[in-house]
């Protein structure tokens, strides 16, 4: 199973931009479908965005047009770029991986198997 790991998170003010980033081990991430997921406190962790293994992307649609992600599978590594953060957007922000045979049009937090420890990101007013 592949074991995953999240940086990048921070504190920015409104406006601001942060990139997270996912470093896989253990196994190749062209294997899965990727996503990203986010936990607010007080509130049940929601889909975020996923990129399946020809790099097809989805998104909620409170993030589209201001966050992208992006899979290296070279490097092993999953992005996502986020510009135009609103105070909405503080959360726990975790990778998530579901093997590609499972299919990938999935964005329910069962659907995934693999799961970072989470970054933080915090967006002030």
């Known amino acids: 199973q592949v074991q995953l790991l999240e940086s990048g998170g921070g504190s920015v003010q409104a406006g601001g931009s942060l990139r997270l980033s996912c470093a896989a081990s253990?196994?190749?991430?062209?294997?899965?479908?990727m996503a990203w997921f986010r936990q607010a406190p007080g509130e049940e962790r929601e889909w975020v965005a996923r990129?399946?293994?020809?790099?097809?992307?989805a998104y909620t649609d409170s993030v589209k047009g201001r966050i992208t992600t992006s899979r290296n599978n070279a490097g092993n590594t999953l992005h996502l770029q986020m510009n135009n953060l609103k105070p909405e957007d503080t959360a726990m922000y975790y990778c998530?991986?579901?093997?590609?045979?499972?299919?990938?049009?999935?964005?329910?937090?069962?659907?995934?198997?693999?799961w970072g420890q989470g970054t933080q990101v915090t967006v002030s007013s």
């Open positions: 990129i399946n293994d020809v790099g097809m992307l």
């Open positions: 998530a991986a579901r093997r590609v045979y499972l299919g990938c049009n999935r964005g329910a937090v069962s659907a995934y198997a693999a």
């Open positions: 253990r196994d190749a991430i062209r294997r899965y479908c």
